[in-house]
Every structure is written in C-alpha cells, then in structure tokens.
C-alpha cells in the first residue's frame, strides 16, 4: 500500500508555480506534509483528491492511476479540507445516519451500529444530538473524520486541521488521525511543527513548491545531534551574529533573541550545544542550510 507522487509540477493562470517537480513515496500509517504558508500543500492535496488538475506528473495509489481513474480513487478517498462547511441545522446523528445511507448502507440496523461507533471514536457520543451550527471548530474537525470515515477510505487526507484549534483539542484531533488504522495512508498537512512531531512516523518539507526532504523525524533530529547550540544575545547584535554564523532560529525570549546556531563545532565563547527539536530539523531546511548536514 503506497501512494506515489512522481514528477508533479502546478503553474497556476496567473503564474505562481505552485509545484516544482514534487517526488513524495508514502507508506501506511501517519505522513507529515510540513511547510510555511503558500508552500504549496493545499496544491498537492488538492491534487491527490482529484479537484484539481497538474500540469504534469504521475500519482498512483494501490495499483490505481490517480489522476484518470477518479471515479476508483475517489471511492478509496476521505479528504478533508481546510474549511470544512456543514449544514447548521442538523445534529451529527442525523447527517451521518443520511451520509451512511448515500455510502450504501440501507439496513437501518447496520447503519445505526456504524453511526454509533463513528461516534464514540471521534469523541462526539455525547454531542449526537447537538445541532452542527453549534459545534467547536474542534468538533467540526472530529465530526468531519467522522463523515471521511463512512466509506472505509484507505487514503485520508486532511488539510491544516488544527488551525484555530486549542491545544486540547488539537492533541485529541490528532490522537484521533495516529488512531485510524493500520491499513491506511493519512497524510496531514500542517505549518505546524508540533503536529508532525509526535505522531508522524514519516514526513516531508515543502517551501516553494520544492520538497525539501522526506524522512523520519527521528532520523532527522539524529543527523542534527552535537551541531545545534543555542546562546542568548543583545538585539543590537543580531546583525553580527547573522554575518558570522548560520542561524536556524532566532526566538524573542523575555526581549532578548534566543538564537539557535547550526555549527559541527563549538561555535565559541557563550554558546552552549542543545538537543535538538524538530523545529530546528524544520528551519535548516527552510533556511536552505541542509547542505551543512551529513547526507542521509
Ligand atoms: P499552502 O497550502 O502550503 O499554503 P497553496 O497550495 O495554497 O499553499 O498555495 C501555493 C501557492 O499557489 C501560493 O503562492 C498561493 O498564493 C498560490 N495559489 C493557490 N491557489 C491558487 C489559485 N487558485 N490561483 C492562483 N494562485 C494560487
């Protein structure tokens, strides 16, 4: 069970290019799909759940070619967006007894046993009968796993799911999507680092429209071992320290910049070496400092 991304590329009418050329290979289980803001992420699992159309490039997916054979993918396919609407007025009893009978399960009985189980694993049992309209943007998130659940998918996708969300309830979203199951691929793409760092056991970078790197968080944080150090400095010397060294990250910390140095030596006097994060992993990719790594 894999799904395959070769050689996709995206220039959107107005020329932004959205996608350069990505090669993604994902396996079962929990894929991290990380990048800022207009990386392009969006773009690909657009494409992946068939709502838009590459310039170019292959996808398969359990011997399925993705993008002719719709109709077949779609029917292995949860995908849920970034903004996901739902009819206010209904409670997520009702909608999920009528989406159970559009995905084919007539027997009222069969349908009432596969309602109720979608509603204890998302956590919504005790929200059955409450209306979506009032529903948490958390809730709205659960009850959309709900709803993507229904049809059996072997490939989930959802899309920044946890913006907007608290921490309790980001935490329970995403226990939820590392709960899934053993016989699915469900890539969760985020520009939240802490998302990807627990739960992911496999995961990409993307800026640009580039993959960056595909790898194992752990792996990754290993290659960074011994050549992260961090060191409290003076605003006012930030430029300096910018010249001299390769910064990974600078963090305001009570006003002052915390920043984290990416050196194989002690990079001198006042620094001290720190274990490192994946936000570190995160930032020498995004800052282009990945060739200052061993290779993988
Ligand atoms: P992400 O999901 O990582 O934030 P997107 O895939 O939404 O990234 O966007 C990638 C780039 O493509 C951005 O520069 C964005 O402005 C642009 N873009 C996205 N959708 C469209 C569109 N329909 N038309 C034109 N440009 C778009």
Redesign the pocket.
Known sequence: MELLIENVS?T???G????REVNLRIGRGMFGLL????????????TIATL?EPDQGRISFMGIDVLRQKDEIRKLLGYLP?EFGVYPKVSAEMLLDHLAVLNGITSRAQRRKVVEALLHKTNLWQDRKKKLGGFSGGMKQRFGIAQALLANPRLIIV??PTAGLDPAERNRFLNLLSEIGENTVVIL?T?IVEDVKELCTDMAI?NH?QVLMQGHPQAELNKLRGRVWRRRIEKSELPEYEQQYRIISRKLIAGKPDIHVLSDAPPGEGFETVAPELEDVYFTYISGMQQALPAS
């Open positions: 995206k959107y009418p107005n932004v290019q959205a996608l990048g800022p803001n207009g990386a392009g992420k969006s773009t690909l699992m657009r838009q970034q899309d920044e793409s520009h993307i429209g």
